[in-house]
């Protein structure tokens, strides 16, 4: 009996640290994918924040609270920020009232978490 709980809980630590390595919520691209992808802060993910969500979410109009117009409140609310692009269940999807950032777009912003969202 101990014998059968104790590969339980092996076989249970594996399914876990197999499920584990993942940064973003709801990751839509494997990790490898984003070897070859420029993921620079400056240079690559903030120009798309900046035409996508920015207009809505600034210092004098801050929209739900959030503004998105430099790195330091980004980085603190990377979770709901990264699923509302994803539009992941849960969160109002976003950009608001528009269509869905293009897959392309939304894997620079997801490989730049994954990389751990360097000020880069
Ligand atoms: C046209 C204006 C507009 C644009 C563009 C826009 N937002 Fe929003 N955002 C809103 C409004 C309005 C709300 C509040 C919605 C509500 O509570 O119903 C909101 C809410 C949010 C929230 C909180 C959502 C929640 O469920 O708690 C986040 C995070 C967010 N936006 C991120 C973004 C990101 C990231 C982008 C760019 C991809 C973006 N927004 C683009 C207007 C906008």
């Known amino acids: 009996m101990k014998i ?3 590969l339980q809980l092996v076989l249970l630590f ?3 640290s197999c499920t584990k390595d ?13 070897d070859s992808i420029a993921k620079s802060f400056s240079a690559d993910v903030q120009p798309i924040i ?5 207009g809505c979410h600034n210092s004098s109009s801050p929209g739900a609270g959030y503004n ?7 980085n603190s609310n990377l979770t709901v920020f990264f699923k509302t692009i994803n539009h992941d269940n ?3 999807p976003m950009p608001y ?4 950032l293009s897959d392309s777009l939304i894997q620079v912003i997801d490989c730049w ?7 880069n």
């Open 4 to 6: 059968i709980l104790t």
């Open 14 to 16: 594996f399914l876990v």
């Open 22 to 34: 993942k940064a973003a919520p709801n990751q839509v691209f494997i990790p490898s994918d984003c």
């Open 50 to 54: 900046n035409n996508s969500c920015v």
């Open 68 to 74: 998105f117009d430099n790195y330091s409140d980004i």
């Open 90 to 92: 849960g969160v109002v």
């Open 97 to 100: 009232q528009q269509g869905k």
């Open 113 to 119: 978490i994954e990389s751990g969202a360097p000020n």
